[in-house]
């Protein structure tokens, strides 16, 4: 009857912690992928309000993009990054330096 009792309190807790903490497997989670990197940037730097740069770097690091695993879709290299982000991204909603300096911090945070 002890044990009951001790296990109570737990088994009313497990749901609540599960609600708390989140399940990353929905659509929702830190890795819901995207068919472009435009809906990408637009949910990061548009909805949710992150920096240009922060947005760049969150899509290229954090999200699969269409069909490709995360971390992979801007490149090995500062320069491949810019060349793709250019070419994906709506020319007003990001110029040339914000693209070079989002680009150059996704190499240096997409190894840590």
Not at 82 to 98: C, E, G, S, W
């Amino acid at each position: 009857m002890r044990l009951v009792r001790l296990l109570i309190p737990v088994l009313f807790a497990l749901p609540l912690i599960t609600i708390a903490c989140g399940d990353n497997t929905d659509q929702g989670g830190d890795d819901e992928p995207y068919a472009t990197f435009q809906a990408c940037f637009d949910d990061h730097h548009k909805v949710e309000t992150f920096s240009i740069e922060d947005a760049i770097k969150i899509c290229c690091i954090d999200h699969p993009i269409g069909g490709q695993n995360k971390n992979v879709v801007c490149g090995e290299s500062s320069a491949d990054c810019q060349t793709f982000v250019a070419a994906n991204l709506a020319d007003a909603d990001a110029d040339a330096t914000q693209i070079t300096t989002a680009c150059d911090g996704y190499i240096v945070d997409r190894n840590q």
